[in-house]
């Protein structure tokens, strides 16, 4: 996610939703939120615990000075419709590890500065699902948490070894994670917690100890995502590190899958989850739909293929006859999911006559090899390797490719210099597998 206006505080708003209770009073753009109930708002949680009641008075500036005091009475939780130039009204937090595996400092030189912004943010893992190491808080900013009881909150773990977690995270405060996630525990607040799994690192023994530990918090600590770690082609001076290969995969799949049987005996639940991109290494099947029991943690790419999948299936059962559409396109994807796009290409193909479809597997000479997911391909690496291919009707893309506001790249290259260079109408699917069944309807 990239952040907009990050180092500005004020309660700026940007825009007032159609038909909402702030449209009817008169708010409008450019307004600034001064107050709700007398007490001035310290950031978007601030915000959204006191405009919560049935009866708030809100006192908002109007871009002539002019200052109104507006006594509202409204539905519990009912929002007042209006949206802040900066989500979070406050700068957002950065954060101050240096953990071994991080991403952010494998990238390379020369893109655009928010890239480079680590946040590590309680209230962007409240309000967007981003997940939080802890280290960076405040005794103050924990019990805020509590009080407020901001729940869900999505927790980067990793281990619960102190020592380890230190070394992990090259941060002094970074042992003391189960003592926080204790507390929260005993507040009932519930937690998604994520293992980033290093092989010789974090892994045997000590994902054992930290997964019985996690396991001692259910069922506040709902689930547990295991992902491999990502390594990029531009690690010179940092921590060495070994990836993730077809054996190593098996092996962790093995220990994942005893571990769902023993908390299915136990809590009934499975709890801890694989990220998608092991199965795909072991070249083992993703598991069916209901073992992943709702899918808590699909920002971890854990599931993400086979609930895409389920909803392509249902998209296409939806259409009673076959649909003639004479058209051709080109998929591009990550090469992690190529196998899984060409499956998907076929289901479609036998719906849509006269539909074509070539899926072309973009390898990241960005970043390096090594990273395969989607989201990561850049515009260079898809105008590099689709130029030489003929493209007839389009290219699908998938919307994680881009920059979450914007038509470009991580590269800076937008959609609409690719499509000038490659001559083409460049086709961006939501991932979704409705969504991207209705791409050839």
């Known amino acids: 996610m990239e952040l907009r206006n990050i180092n500005q505080g004020n309660n700026i708003i940007k825009e007032v939703l159609q038909n909402s209770i702030a449209e009817e009073l008169g708010i409008e753009k450019g307004d600034i939120l001064l107050a709700i109930n007398g007490q001035e708002i310290k950031d978007i949680i601030d915000y959204k615990f006191l405009i919560s009641d049935e009866y708030v008075e809100v006192t908002i500036e109007k871009q002539n000075g002019e200052v109104w005091d507006l006594e509202i009475e409204k539905g519990f939780d009912e929002e007042l419709g209006i949206v802040f130039t900066n989500p979070l009204i406050d700068k957002a937090k950065s954060c101050r590890n240096k953990c071994i595996f991080c991403f952010i400092d494998q990238l390379p030189e020369g893109m655009r500065k928010t890239l480079y912004f680590k946040d590590d943010d309680s209230r962007l893992s409240f309000l967007q699902g981003n997940f939080i190491t802890l280290t960076n808080m405040s005794d103050d900013e924990i019990d805020r948490i509590i009080k407020y009881r901001l729940s869900p909150i999505n927790i980067s773990v990793h281990t619960t070894d102190p020592e380890l977690r230190i070394k992990m995270l090259n941060n002094k405060n970074a042992g003391k994670i189960f003592d926080i996630l204790q507390r929260f525990n005993d507040a009932s607040i519930e937690m998604n917690c994520q293992i980033v ?25 709902a689930s547990v995502a295991v992902v491999p770690v990502g390594v990029t082609q531009y ?15 098996k092996l962790l799949l093995e220990k994942i899958k005893d571990y769902q049987q023993y908390y299915i005996k136990k809590f009934g639940s499975r709890f801890v989850y694989a990220a998608d991109e092991f199965y795909v290494l072991a070249d083992e099947d993703i598991p069916a739909y209901e073992n992943y029991e709702g899918f808590p943690q699909l920002e971890n790419g854990v599931g993400l293929m086979r609930l895409f999948w389920n909803q392509i299936e249902q998209a296409i059962d939806s259409i009673d006859d076959k649909i003639s559409v004479n058209k051709e396109y080109v998929i591009a994807t990550g090469t992690l999911a190529y196998d899984f796009m060409v499956s998907v290409s076929q289901a479609l193909i036998s719906k849509f006559e006269g539909l074509k479809l070539k899926v072309v597997p973009i390898k990241n000479k960005f970043f390096g090899e090594k990273i395969t997911v989607s989201g990561l391909v850049t515009g260079r690496d898809l105008l590099n390797q689709l130029k030489g291919i003929e493209i007839k009707d389009g290219v699908i893309i998938p919307k994680c490719m881009l920059k979450s506001d914007e038509d470009i790249f991580l590269d800076d290259v937008t959609v609409k210099e690719l499509e000038k260079k490659l001559n083409t109408k460049i086709i961006i699917s939501e991932v979704d597998g409705k969504s991207f069944v209705d791409i050839f309807k």
């Open 235 to 249: 690690r010179d001076g940092l921590f060495e590190l070994d990836t993730y290969n077809k054996q190593s995969s």
């Open 197 to 221: 799994l290093v092989p010789g690192i974090n892994d045997g023994e000590n994902l054992d100890r930290t997964l019985k530990d996690l396991s001692k918090l259910y069922p506040n600590v």
